[in-house]
């Protein structure tokens, strides 16, 4: 992960003043630590103002000496790093599942201390700005991307529940497709998962290979459709350095023509790669130099080859080498979780990889062992490339530290009282059972050294046993996804199948509703019939989508009921050769389509074969009912014609009656 630099912003040092965080609200000593201004400021604050700042200044670190005085357990630190603003890191200064005291931590690396919350806060502020310390993170580099629907599809006031149904999942489509395409344009890796819905989709999920600050999607709540970002969370909670330690590493080495060397950590993180065709041993060494020095020099071949072994010596380290040569497909599968430029790269890793693993036991053996004052990592690095006990290696520390140099006192010789003779006697007895119980401690590492000779042939039967265990999961995972993809072919097959149903019908009716119709139909008398469901604007726009209406057409009303005057203006622009219509026509539409003189008749007379959205009828019916229509029609208009004189001569009779009443 790379961590935000802390001169990007100011760093939080964080320490509990008063309160408990498990009770009362606690009272918190804070020091900003502020590098562009070179200034620090101190406050008391609560756990509400403290939120609060942070959300305002958006820190890059925000430094305690324990991250359980931040949060009461597990789950509500996992809540309060999910708040934390993008960018800022929570630190613990004091190392990870171990935590070393604040104090020897401030005075290794020369920060000023003093037993105070503020000062604890403020020595925190100033490690974790000299990049020490743990990060602290529950979550993964894997972000969930959510497309779904914004609200409920039972219903949508005025509108009808299906086409509200189908204009939810078509923006939810609609949203899902401009994701996809942001994601695509970003370059990142994902996974996407739809659930298909009527008119859409219901909702889209995106799996999405970095995190949420490197996604150029935001959350949004708009109406149909609801974006959710969610950054995948881990097992637990997870440290990771500041900066990379390079106290005390782990080289795995590739000669040839193109040299190669990879430099892991012994808890196994891959710090970093290096490849070259031109660079000679002077420049590798400097470059191993430059990141840390090697306890375990790896090679992936056996024996080790000589130019491997050059740079063993060369670092005073311990070599490794497999019991037979690594297997590339072995290396594929242990380097596949991490970057690398060309395949010497990746040899030199999986060497590197596979010795980390080979004494992962005897590292955790050894680290269990240490006490709370010593460093683990110097007491590892000294047994496993000295070849010492880790008690031996533990004696050795403890004389550097507690060496002092002591000066003779002159004395005068006397007389000794027999209690100092008795003291002396005592003193020299001691002294005997020490040397004895050295003489037992050195039996005892002969029987220890046996011991691990037995553990490590554990440990190799171990790994054997979890190599074989990770290839059932990858055979079974790789059978599950043989089975999803079954799947996913099946109802593709079923789908093409209804695809090519539907075009032979699409081609059954370009052939009836062509303009060399006649040719086609030869003498059948047949013409083309359009259908509409329903006598509705949405319909008529649907139909006009799908499959066009033009002028000259016969259009089907199954239900001509519900229409109003926009709806037969809709209709009416077509320009239709004839409307048949089950059911009555409102006022309205009657009127609509009379005015613009479009043919309405009953479709019971007109024998009408359907195929899907379009239909065919008999040209001699539907001549027949056009011509009554036109009879019809003329019929109407003689009636308005009379309707029409009756009223102005009834009007006419009314105005002559008022002006003789007025005379």
Do not use: C
Request: hydrophobic fraction near 35%; aromatic fraction near 4%; proline fraction near 4%.
């Amino acid at each position: 992960m790379n961590a935000p630099s802390p001169t990007d912003g100011p760093v939080f040092g964080v320490d509990i003043q008063s309160g408990d965080v498990r009770g009362d609200a606690p009272t918190y000593a804070l020091v900003i630590l502020r590098p562009d201004e070179d200034r620090l400021d101190r406050d008391a604050v609560s756990r509400r103002k403290l939120r609060r700042l942070i959300e305002q200044e958006e820190p890059t670190r925000l430094a305690v000496d324990n991250m359980y005085e931040l949060a009461a357990d597990k789950n509500a630190l996992v809540g309060f790093l999910r708040s934390l603003p993008t960018g800022t890191d929570l630190v613990q200064v004091t190392g990870a599942n171990r935590p070393e005291p604040l104090s020897r931590v401030a005075n290794r690396h020369g920060v000023p201390y003093a037993k105070k919350p503020m000062k604890e806060a403020e020595a925190a502020a100033r490690l974790a700005y000299r990049n020490i310390g743990q990060h602290v993170t529950a979550f993964s580099d894997t972000t969930t991307v959510k497309v779904s629907r914004g609200r409920s599809t039972g219903g949508g006031g005025g509108w009808s529940e299906d086409r509200f149904t189908r204009r939810i999942h078509g923006n939810v489509r609609k949203a899902a497709r401009e994701v996809e395409s942001d994601l695509d344009d970003a370059n990142l890796d994902y996974e996407k998962d739809v659930t298909e819905k009527y008119g859409g989709l219901s909702n889209a999920v995106f799996t999405v290979e970095a995190r949420p600050e490197d996604i150029p999607v935001s959350s949004i709540r708009n109406g149909d459709v609801r974006i959710e970002i969610d950054r995948e969370r881990r097992d637990g909670i997870e440290f990771e350095p500041l900066v990379k330690r390079r106290d005390h590493v782990v080289v795995g080495i590739d000669p040839g023509t193109t040299t190669a060397a990879a430099v892991v950590g012994i808890d196994g993180t891959v710090h970093d790669l290096y490849s070259s065709r031109t660079g000679d041993t002077a420049e590798l060494t400097e470059w191993l130099i430059e990141r840390g020095r090697p306890i375990l020099v790896a090679a992936d071949v056996t024996p080790m080859p000589e130019t491997v072994d050059k740079f063993r010596r060369t670092f005073d380290a311990a070599g490794w080498a497999p019991e037979s040569d690594l297997p590339v497909d072995e290396k594929l599968h242990r380097t596949r979780e991490h970057a690398h430029e060309n395949d010497h790269e990746r040899d030199a890793l999986a060497a590197a990889l596979y010795a980390v693993d080979d004494h992962m036991d005897q590292f955790e053996r050894i680290a269990s062992k240490v006490p709370p004052k010593f460093d683990r990592e110097e007491v590892i690095a000294r047994v496993v490339s000295g070849e010492k006990s880790v008690e031996a290696v533990i004696r050795e520390l403890s004389d550097d530290d507690g060496a002092e140099e002591q000066e003779d006192e002159e004395h005068e010789e006397r007389e000794l009282t027999d209690e100092e003779r008795r003291i002396r006697q005592l003193e020299e007895q001691v002294g005997r059972l020490q040397d004895h119980t050295e003489e037992l401690e050195a039996k005892l590492e002969e029987k220890e050294e046996k011991i691990l000779e037995y553990e490590r042939e554990l440990s190799d039967a171990r790994k054997q046993e979890r190599r074989e265990a990770r290839e059932r999961r990858e055979v079974n995972r790789l059978e599950r996804r043989a089975e999803r993809l079954e799947r996913e072919r099946d109802k593709a097959i079923a789908e093409n199948e209804a695809l090519h149903d539907k075009l032979a019908r699409l081609k059954t009716l370009w052939k009836l509703d062509h303009s060399n119709f006649s040719d086609v139909a030869g003498d059948r008398d047949l013409v083309a019939v359009k259908i509409l469901p329903q006598f509705t604007r949405d319909a008529v726009e649907r139909a006009d989508e799908e499959f066009g209406l033009a002028a000259g057409d016969v259009v089907y009303l199954r239900d001509a009921s519900g229409a109003g005057t926009s709806t037969a203006e809709r209709l009416a622009e077509t320009d239709p050769r004839l409307v048949l219509k089950n059911g009555n026509l409102s006022e309205e539409a009657d009127a609509v389509l009379f005015d613009h003189e479009i043919p309405v008749a009953p479709a019971d007379p007109v024998t009408i074969q359907e195929i899907d959205e379009l239909a065919v009828a008999r040209e001699s019916e539907v001549e027949e009912s056009i011509a009554d229509w036109k009879d019809r029609a003329e019929e109407r208009r003689r009636e308005q014609t009379e309707s029409m004189m009756d009223r102005v001569i009834s009007e006419h009779r009314a105005d002559e009656r008022l002006g003789g009443e007025g005379a």
